[in-house]
């Protein structure tokens, strides 16, 4: 009997996870509905509520902002935009904070998470996956001697929340496995993982 239960959860546990998440999503993405005019809405238009659409519409959105900012004029008003907000007490150093994280994760020419290291957390017998980010000037010139690199070790399941730190690069181990990879491992706990990453974790590499 036990047998049987545990196989049933392996099969419902993910889909119901699964199907909560995109419900979520779904739904939050769906309040963007309520920007449109009362008579546009769908529900108003057909009758019938249709959950998705909100997505469309997001996508739609976006996809036209990207659009717009990459001609003079969009530029122009993006610029005035930024600006503008940067102006705004509390308000800019929020946006300052956010924007400056999404243009290093986002952008072509950001170099966050380009490489997976192992260091040693939380105790010198001990190695943790982690993503080599930068290191402010002020920061190099303080620790003379010997090369530092800034690190991000994540925590899991939830990679989004963790430490980061500035340890010797000697101290480190460069791993040839891409970003994704190492989130599949840190995130399933070690369960899921790719035969690169295997390779590259294995004793003696």
Do not use: C
Not at 55 to 63: F, G, N, P, R, S
Not at 115 to 132: E, G, I, N, Q, T
């Amino acid at each position: 009997m036990k047998k049987y239960l545990l196989t049933g959860l392996l099969v419902w546990v993910p889909l119901g996870i699964t199907l909560w998440v995109l419900n979520l999503i779904i739904g939050t993405l769906d309040r963007t509905l309520t920007l449109l005019p009362t008579h546009w809405h769908p529900d108003e238009l057909l009758g019938i509520h249709i959950p998705g659409l909100g997505v469309i519409l997001t996508a739609v959105v976006v996809l036209g902002t990207g659009l717009m900012v990459r001609n003079v004029f969009g530029q122009r008003l993006l610029a005035y935009w930024d600006g503008m907000l940067r102006r705004i007490p509390f308000v800019n150093a929020i946006y300052n904070s956010v924007k400056q994280v999404s243009d290093t994760l986002l952008s072509d020419s950001g170099h966050a998470f380009r490489k997976v290291l192992l260091v040693r957390y939380p105790h010198p017998d001990a190695w943790s996956l982690a993503f080599l980010t930068s290191v402010p000037a002020e920061v190099t010139r303080r620790l003379e001697g010997d090369e530092y690199v800034g690190v991000f070790v994540p925590t899991t399941p939830s990679p989004v929340n963790g430490f980061y730190f500035y340890v010797k690069k000697s101290e480190t181990v460069e791993l040839d496995i891409s970003v994704d990879a190492a989130f599949k491992a840190i995130v399933s706990m070690g369960v899921v993982i790719t035969p690169e990453a295997i390779d590259q974790l294995a004793p003696g590499k």
